[in-house]
Every structure is written in C-alpha cells, then in structure tokens.
C-alpha cells in the first residue's frame, strides 16, 4: 500500500524521489558538492565575523585607557597605560596581531581583569552553552509537533476558533520583547507565587525561567510556519491518496506529512535559533546567569576591548555552527537540499 503511494507521480515524498534529485552529475557524491560549497560559505561568513568584530569595538564611545586608570588619573598615567594596552599601535598593526591570536588560540588579555580571554570565555561558556541548548531542545520539540497538530485539527476550514486562537496567541507573544517576557515570567513566578529562583544559577531549577524566556518567541515563530506548511502539504495529491487508503493517522501523519514539511520549518529554525544567542545576552542579564551574554555587557560597560571581541567571536561562531547542523539534518532528511535548493 505505501510502495502504490509512494509511487504516485509527482509526489514530493523526500523518502520517495531524492534518490534521483540528490544524485549530483558526471557521478559526484552530492555531499562533496554540500561540503565544497557549505565550506566556502564558512570560510566567508568567518572572514566577515572577525572583521566585524575587530572593527566595531573601536566605535563604542569611550577610552578604555581612563576606564583601566580610573577617574583621577593624570595624563601621563592615562598615555602609559594606552601603551602598555597596545592602544597607541596603529589600527591595521593591532588588526594583524588580532588575527594572529585568532589562530594562535590566544585572544588576548582583559584590560579589567588583567586574565587571558579564553580563560574568561572557557569559565563562561559552559552556562551560556547550557541555556542555548536547552532553549533550541524546548522550542524543536514544541513547536514542531504544534504547529503540525494545529495544522491537523484546522484542515478543510475546521475548527475555525482554535485557528484564530492560535494565530491570535502566537502572534502576541512572538512580538512580546524577550526582556518584557523575562520581566513578566519572574514577576509571575518569582514574586507572586514564589516557586522558582529568578537570579544566579545555584540550582537546577534556576534554568528554567531563563529557558522559558528564552524559548517562548521562538517556539510561536516556528510553530507558525509548521502549521502553514502543514496545510499546504496537507493539500497535495499523495496525501489524498494516502488518507484514501484509510492508513493509520500516525504512520499518515508521520511518514508522509512530517518529511515534507520539515524542510522550509528547519531552515526557519536554523535562523530563528541562531538569534537565540543575542537573545540569552538579554535573557543572562536580566536573571543573573553567569554566562558570555552577563560578561559582554559588563565588558562593554568596563570598555573591555578583547573580551569584547572574544565573546562576540564565539557567539558569532556557534551561530555558524548551528546553521551547518541544520543543513546537514536537512540534507539527511531531504537530499535534494545538498544542491542548494529547498524544496517543499
């Protein structure tokens, strides 16, 4: 029964056709073409990032030279310790021996604290990369399962008050600021009912306000797009024959609407989830967390050029990350996307 509809013309099953559209010409592995490709756009999206991280910290207003010496230091002071910062080195030199750090794994050493930056970063990182993770778990398996559920129960003009309710809600919150969430989410459980810890991370449970902040704009975000491509996928041909032949609604759901719909929802997640780490510097801030998002700000204020950069570094970094997983579980998924091409 399922070879008849997977064998439909035209059906867009990825586990039906990409056999034939993910195979690359003159015999070439389609995944050489991904990793080729994926490759130049990381070495680029690289370039880009520490180009722009060096650039942009001289552009906050403010000389970390006084910051380091204090409010009653004297010029010469101020001028000795610009030189012993490297400060008084023309751009383009200080520009070189940033790159040579990169490389070097050395990012220098924090005018404020006078430590190296990856030690910094390694102490911080673990907390940071804890809330990411469970943000991004929170909203994949939330919001898939949503929107595709929605999508369900609303088809053919069906119930038309959960639609609207839905379209309703997820639209409000997704436009609630994150720090207006987090703020709404401590008063609530914080305060009034007093059941959860709302700063520092000296508990398990700390997590889970950070987390929920964090998680909640996005998981309306991509439950949306689930549900509208549920519906269009809904409406295809294979999937009127397949509800036809009166298959189970999990193995119909799951085997033929599921694969078909991921696509266009990953590659959504994939940006959505990536914003997620600017977002935990406001979330980290706001509860206290001792992560790079609570030590950026504070290197901003303290104007802490190198941890400045180091942190924004390695955000930038799993940023791009992030992305290559997702198009590499898209290719999986779906090979006919190593080609560079969506298809839904």
């Known amino acids: 029964m399922l070879d008849t509809i997977s064998a439909l013309p035209g059906s867009p099953e990825p586990g039906s056709a990409p056999a034939a559209a993910g195979r690359a010409p003159h015999g070439h592995s389609p995944w050489l073409s991904f990793a080729i490709r994926r490759g130049g756009g990381i070495l680029l999206s690289g370039g880009l990032l520490i180009v722009v991280t060096f650039f942009m910290v001289p552009l906050i207003p403010g000389d970390p030279a006084v910051a380091v010496a204090g409010a009653d230091a004297t010029k010469v002071q101020i001028d000795a310790i610009r030189e012993s910062l490297g400060l008084n080195l023309p751009l383009g030199t200080r520009f070189i021996d940033y790159l040579t750090g990169i490389f070097t794994g050395h990012l220098g050493e924090s005018f404020a604290y006078h430590q190296s930056v990856a030690s910094i970063i390694a102490t911080k990182l673990p907390f940071t990369a804890t809330l990411a993770a469970c943000g991004i778990i929170i909203v994949l398996i939330v919001s898939i399962p949503l929107g595709m559920l929605v999508g369900i129960l609303t088809h053919g003009s069906r119930n038309r008050w959960l639609d609207v309710g839905f379209g309703t809600l997820t639209g409000f919150f997704q436009a609630v600021p994150q720090y207006v969430m987090a703020t709404i989410l401590v008063v609530i459980f914080g305060i009034t009912l007093a059941v959860l810890p709302v700063a520092g991370a000296g ?65 959504l997640s994939g940006l959505v989830l990536s914003g997620m780490l600017g977002g935990a510097i406001i979330i980290e801030t706001v509860f206290s967390w001792p992560g790079l998002g609570r030590e950026v700000i504070a290197a901003i204020v303290n104007k802490d050029y190198p941890v400045i950069q180091g942190i924004i570094l390695v955000l930038g970094a799993m940023a791009i990350v992030i992305n290559l997983l997702i198009d590499i579980v898209l290719g999986a998924i779906d090979p006919r996307t190593l080609g560079g091409k969506t298809h839904v």
Not at 212 to 225: M, Y
Not at 233 to 245: C, I, S, W
């Open 203 to 267: 508990s398990p449970a700390s997590i889970v306000l950070p987390v929920a902040a964090l998680s909640i704009a996005p998981i309306c975000s991509v439950s949306r797009v689930v549900r509208r491509e549920t519906a269009t996928v809904l409406e295809q041909d294979f999937m009127r024959t397949a509800r036809g032949h009166r298959l189970a609604a999990v193995r119909l759901y799951a085997r033929h609407a599921l694969p078909n719909l991921l696509t266009t929802a990953l590659t």
